[in-house]
């Protein structure tokens, strides 16, 4: 339906996005929260209508796609109000000390917008994580320009929401080629955006093939950037003895209803699920079996999903000493993903690399360690995650530290008691891990922290007050809290 960009449109859309960049980086913070404010009272005013294509193309049902329509608006508005805070500008001001020996000169830091940004949209959340998703709000707000290649998988969603941006840019009188979208199955395109000489940061939420070809073009450039992308993880869950022994039937219903969450399409999907042999891990084994068998297979977002599903579960199940448990008793038809759990000891996980591998579905792996010692090797053989989840009581906390400790190091999330499904969108959510779960695990794709992806510093030394930004000046016309002296202030100095 849509033709793939050729390569100068895309040089056009590049230079229009550049002339953009130097209009909207002198907008003020509300000039930009405006237009964010905007793009979500657009895309609510697309009505039903969008609810009905996006069905057509993912296979989500219309409560999941209204629930993540609202997110998206609210990420839009909210970004908005911190980016109209300016907390993410982090600003810095050391005032000068002349009498000092040597003299010490006045310096201000604050974050400064980086430039175009590419994003490209995710295939499992058509409306939160594409078009006007985390990524584009983010890079709106920190005085960017975007522009999205939208997933083939859902391409007239984005085409919809594109057209909402455009008129939210229109009514807010917004520069020229402050946003672009376009259309691109092959890897041409991408390449293409990707290496273009003006683009200077880059979003993607996707597989670990998709972000690290992203990653690797990026760092061929003359001119390397910074791709913020988030890739794989399988997020593995520790079960601990004496929580079993409280609530191991809890658990197991918990956890079916995680693995099975959305067909086990989220980034967050508790793929690993670690345990001690004892009784209680039978028993919760047993009990996430029977769970499982009555959890009826779904359509899942598209044929191309549905196909990598069946190989990579085959493949997982077709591992030496792995043991299917359960898979649902209903049987799936085409494109629906069957609920599946398997088990296998902790030598053979430590054995094989292919049981590290991420299966994107509602397919969950139960790994049976012979004592504690195990599973801190099983931890230390993980790669980075985004989520990493302890059930446990206080007591399982407090006498197996050095699990803990070692947790901690392959994260972005520590999660205790709960299920890793489901991403809270406020300051203090991080959402980005260690390699290969992102490639940069400084930064999260989710709360207006992420604003910070696509800014970077610079000082202003010796410069007078009416030359500096207004973010910086002596009166403070923003309002916003500075750092003055290594004190926090939003007094006018």
């Known amino acids: 339906m849509y033709k793939d960009a050729t390569a100068e449109e895309i040089d056009v859309i590049m230079q229009e996005a550049w002339k953009a960049f130097h209009a909207y980086r002198k907008l003020s913070l509300k000039q930009r929260a405006d237009f964010m404010r905007a793009i979500a009272s657009e895309i609510d005013n697309l009505g039903d209508e969008l609810l009905k294509v996006t069905g057509e193309e993912t296979n989500l049902p219309e409560a999941r796609l209204r629930n993540e329509r609202a997110r998206t608006m609210f990420q839009l508005t909210s970004y908005a109000d911190a980016c109209e805070r300016g907390d993410w500008l982090e600003a810095r001001i050391d005032t000068a000390v002349p009498d000092r020996n040597p003299p010490k000169p006045d310096i201000r830091k604050m974050l400064v917008p980086i430039g175009p940004v590419v994003v490209f949209g995710a295939s499992n959340f058509p409306f939160a994580y594409s078009t006007a998703g985390g990524d584009t709000a983010c890079a709106f707000a920190a005085g960017c320009p975007v522009i999205v290649k939208g997933h083939p998988a859902h391409a007239r969603t984005s085409e919809m929401v594109a057209l909402a941006i455009f008129k939210a840019a229109e009514k807010t009188n917004m520069p020229k080629g402050i946003f672009a979208h376009v259309h691109g199955a092959g890897n041409e395109v991408g390449e293409a955006l990707i290496k273009h000489p003006f683009t200077k940061a880059v979003g993607f939420t996707g597989s670990f093939i998709g972000g690290k070809q992203l990653f690797d073009w990026a760092n061929q450039r003359k001119e390397p950037i910074p791709v913020f992308a988030e890739m794989s993880s399988i997020n593995p869950v520790f079960l601990l003895p004496e929580k079993l022994k409280q609530s191991v039937a809890d658990v197991a219903k918990l956890y079916a209803g995680s693995i099975t969450l959305g067909v086990g399409q989220f980034c967050t999907n508790p793929g690993l699920i670690i345990g001690l042999e004892s009784d209680g891990l039978q028993t919760f084994i047993n009990s996430l079996g029977e769970e499982i068998k009555k959890l009826a297979p779904a359509a899942m977002l598209h044929p191309g999903i549905f196909k990598n599903y069946v190989e990579k579960r085959a493949n997982s199940l077709s591992q030496p000493d792995v043991e299917t448990i359960a ?16 088990s296998a000891s902790g030598q053979a996980f ?46 399982d906390i407090n006498y197996h530290e050095e699990l803990v400790e070692a947790i901690k190091n392959i994260c972005g999330r520590f999660i205790l008691n709960n299920v890793p499904t489901g991403v809270e969108v406020c300051l203090s959510m991080q959402h980005g891990g260690p390699f290969p779960s992102t490639t940069d695990s400084r930064f999260t794709s989710v709360g207006a922290d992420g604003i910070k992806r696509f800014a970077s510093p610079i000082a202003f030394q010796n410069w007078s007050n009416d030359l500096l930004p207004a973010e910086l000046r002596n009166e403070n016309p923003l309002g916003i809290w500075r750092t003055v002296n290594n004190q926090p202030a939003k007094e006018t100095l």
């Open 327 to 342: 898979v649902s008793e209903t049987e799936p038809q085409l494109n629906q993903g069957a609920p599946t759990v398997a």
């Open 350 to 395: 430590l054995n094989n690399p292919v049981l590290h591998q991420e299966v994107f579905g509602p397919y969950s792996l139960v790994i049976r360690c012979k004592d504690m010692t195990e599973m801190i090797n099983v931890v230390n053989n993980l790669e980075g995650q985004l989520t990493a989840t302890l059930m446990a009581t206080e007591t």
